[in-house]
């Protein structure tokens, strides 16, 4: 069974910093591109930052230069460092993990965790 769970959500003020992080499992973790995307209220979900299999990184414009993606493939996990938040990063923020190979396609999600940014 495979299984991604985000954590490290919250409330912080603008500025201000927050680590996601996101474990798997079920999964053969160092194969998949991992990536964290975003959806505010109102608004379709969006990639913020992909890091893939050999750890090239892209990131949204909206958050270059903020925001950094990391991965552990011992531990399985895939981070988000999020500095200098403006409220407009507000958002339920997902982990996901793909894999292509052939013509098959692997594509999980998590749950979310929502950040808020807020005075």
């Known amino acids: 069974q495979v299984q991604l769970v985000e954590s490290g959500g919250g409330l912080v003020q603008p500025g201000g910093s927050l680590r996601l992080s996101c474990a798997a499992s079920?999964?053969?973790?160092?194969?998949?591109?991992m990536g964290w995307y975003r959806q505010a209220p109102g608004k379709q979900r969006e990639l913020v930052a992909l890091?893939?299999?050999?750890?090239?990184?892209n990131y949204a414009e909206s958050v270059k230069g903020r925001f950094t993606i990391s991965r552990d493939n011992a531990k399985n996990t895939v981070y988000l460092q999020m500095n200098s938040l403006k409220p407009e990063d507000t958002a339920v923020y997902y982990c996901?993990?793909?894999?292509?190979?052939?013509?098959?396609?692997?594509?999980?999600w998590g749950q979310g965790t929502q950040v808020a940014v807020s005075s």
């Open positions: 079920g999964i053969t973790f160092s194969f998949y591109h």
């Open positions: 890091i893939e299999s050999g750890c090239s990184r």
């Open positions: 996901n993990g793909r894999r292509s190979y052939g013509t098959s396609l692997s594509d999980y």
